[in-house]
């Protein structure tokens, strides 16, 4: 058997969306009831926390998929892309290629004649579990043998940290 891992990524608002769809509910013509949709609240796509969380996860799952001789592939709008190729750095990540373990598949709504949202395949760009740490301009290496955590931890107990019963 065979597999490839598949994450859709969408976007994280800030704010609150709930006044917004009071406002909604009482033009329409449904009472809510609610003094709320009067507040001035405002709410928005949190483009920088969803960039930050997607590639720091893509940084920890990546060499997981390499170890196992397998892909991953990110689908998102291509918006997002966009956002994190300004934001990060992207420029070495490649046109699509086979061996990579690391895919990104970047869509966009579009309008035709029978539809006014349709989902396109844009861009396909690839790179491996290097090339993610790059993104986040990483040099360190992420494959740490658990003995060496372990040190770490232990170099930093004490016995008024230790738990003792």
């Known amino acids: 058997m065979d597999f490839v891992g598949i994450e859709l990524q969408t976007l994280d608002t800030t704010g609150t969306v709930w006044p917004e769809r009071q406002r909604f509910l009482e033009a329409q013509g449904v009472s809510t009831g609610d003094e709320e949709r009067n507040l001035s609240k405002s709410f928005g796509m949190n483009w920088k926390m969803t960039a930050k969380t997607t590639l720091i996860q893509l940084h ?25 190729r300004n934001e990060f750095q992207f420029s070495h990540l490649n046109t699509a290629r086979i061996g990579d373990s690391m895919h990104i598949h970047a869509y966009g709504i579009h309008s035709t004649a029978d539809s006014p949202f349709r989902i396109r395949l ?3 760009l690839s790179t491996d579990a290097d090339g993610v740490a790059r993104c986040l301009g990483l040099q360190a290496e992420t494959d740490v043998e658990l ?7 232990e170099a930093k107990l004490s016995n008024n940290t230790l738990l003792t019963l």
């Open 147 to 153: 003995q060496e955590i372990i040190q770490l931890l």
């Open 60 to 84: 920890h799952k990546i060499p997981t998929f390499e170890q196992m001789g397998k892909h991953l592939v990110l689908v998102l709008q291509d918006a997002l892309l966009g956002y994190m």
């Open 122 to 124: 844009g861009e396909r």
